[in-house]
């Protein structure tokens, strides 16, 4: 690079990162928009609003729009006063669909934070091919986070966590463990506190045979903390406690399978209900010789599934999808029946809309036409369902616009890592206009860059990179923190993390609470 700019001689003159070049990458990704619109015609959009408080306990929104192309970050929004004032955040939303485009919105994903505004009213009345939809990824935490509080997980989990904080915060036994596992961790940090617990455990059981060597072995028997391991001795010694270690990962991991699915931005809509279906079956499974405990997790799921995750949509969608309609082995296709028609109802308002719908579902149901031609039937597990309706639809092309559009969705917000500075300072009161523009084109341009990116990252979705040595499986709570300062904020950090310590480095890096709980 120095030998690039050499090249440019004395005279040469650097771009500003706040002008020039930040107003040419925003360009670049106006001009990425602009071809992602163009999908939007044949499969629409998703609206994805995420709700979140700042260290002022500032309520803001961030809006981001999604297609089977991509996700774009599209605005944030200072919101405190929105909330008590419905007609404001009316209009908020409102904006956000003129802005995006009223014929391309399938539907819009919001929070349980939105639940007491009545906007999903406003929505529905005004917008009435638009869907409202829940974010299965809060709703698949809250099924974790409740898991959790089950008198035996919460033991376990803090059992647990009494062995995570002592090698933690022992240097001399990190470093002998990770030297017997070969470099790996015994715990993990996942995108938010349910996850990180069921995580954990993962890992812990991987390592329970290296975990129960280290304390027996040599190097460790000369360890000056030996005597402060007698309690992690003792728990790691319990077969009662292993034992629950194993069942909490049994039964959490269908659910977190679900909820990998879901957050990765690819449209998923038309597989959750099938993926549901099978966690609460492998949870049945597992349990199958005790009924008890089968209905106190199955009792949590369907309650959730049914007030706060199922979705008409959902139902449509799975009705849709090919490697659902055609599988012998479902069972619970007649149930989609009647969410189906609704959703047909909506989307094609007239009875000269829906004049051949009834010929058409029957042609697909019975893979008439196309829909039963060798190539049909072969991609009908292999393709994703949008494609496959783009592909062999034609045979019942109403019913292959609406299921392109429907299928085209995702299911849950992203679990984007937020700028927490960049939108502090946006939305500071005593920015001028200059910097606030600036700003907004700052945080624009990241959030847009780190979407493209992770459109070609093969990470874990619900994982986070680094181990959280603030969370509750590391920091000893009868230590003073040096990030003590934090507690100046109050309610503003409950169920949530405003910064993050990097393990391995003194770095902090900036985080927000969120309102959803992820």
Partial sequence: MLDAVAKCGPGFVAPSPKTEWLDRVKSDISLQLKDTEK??????????????TDNKSRALINFSVSSPS?????????????????????????????????????????????????????????????FVSPCASQCLNIILEEFSKVDWVNQCISQAQVISKFVYNNSPVLDLLRKLTGGQDIIRSGVTRSVSNFLSLQSMMKQKARLKHMFNCPEYTTNTNKPQSISCVNILEDNDFWRAVEESVAISEPILKVLREVSTGKPAVGSIYEL????????????????????????????????????????????????IQY?????????????????????????????????????????????????????????????????FGDSAP???????????????????????????????????????????????????????????????????????????W??????????????????????GDLNTRQFGGAIFSANDHNIFGL
């Fill in 70 to 130: 991509r996700i774009f970050f599209h605005k944030s929004v200072d919101a405190s006063s929105y909330f008590k004032n419905s007609k404001c955040l009316a209009d908020l939303f409102d904006s956000v669909i003129q802005d995006i485009g009223q014929e391309h919105i399938v539907q819009i994903i919001m929070d349980n934070s939105f639940c007491y505004t009545g906007i999903s009213n406003h929505l529905l009345q005004n917008y009435a091919t638009i």
């Fill in 39 to 52: 999908e939007w015609v044949t499969t629409g959009c998703t609206i994805i609003a995420e709700a979140w």
């Fill in 327 to 391: 599988n012998p082995e479902i069972k619970f296709l007649t149930s989609l029946k009647e969410d189906f028609f609704k959703v047909l109802e909506k989307l094609l308002p007239t009875s000269d809309l829906r004049r051949d719908i009834t010929n058409q579902i029957f042609t697909f149901t019975r893979a008439k036409g196309m829909f039963g031609c060798n190539l049909a039937m072969e991609a009908r597990d292999s393709v994703s369902p949008g494609l496959w309706w783009e592909q």
């Fill in 398 to 472: 109403v019913l292959q616009r609406v299921a392109i559009r429907i299928l085209s969705q995702v299911c849950s917000g992203y679990n984007l890592e937020r700028q927490w500075s960049t939108f502090q300072q946006m939305h500071w009161e005593r920015r001028n206009k200059i910097d606030r523009e600036i700003l907004n084109k700052l945080a624009y341009v990241n959030q847009n860059l780190k979407l493209g990116r992770m459109i070609t990252l093969e990470t874990d979705p619900i994982a986070l990179e680094d181990i959280d040595m603030m969370s509750e």
């Fill in 474 to 495: 590391v920091e000893e709570a009868e230590n003073p923190s040096p990030a003590q300062w934090l507690d100046r904020f109050g309610t503003a950090l409950d169920g």
């Fill in 276 to 323: 549901m279906s099978k966690a609460k079956e492998s949870i049945r499974t597992y349990y199958i010789m005790d009924e008890n405990k089968h209905k106190v997790f199955s009792d949590i799921v369907d309650t959730n599934w049914c007030e706060h995750l199922h979705s008409p949509l959902h139902a449509a969608a799975a009705f849709l999808n090919p490697s």
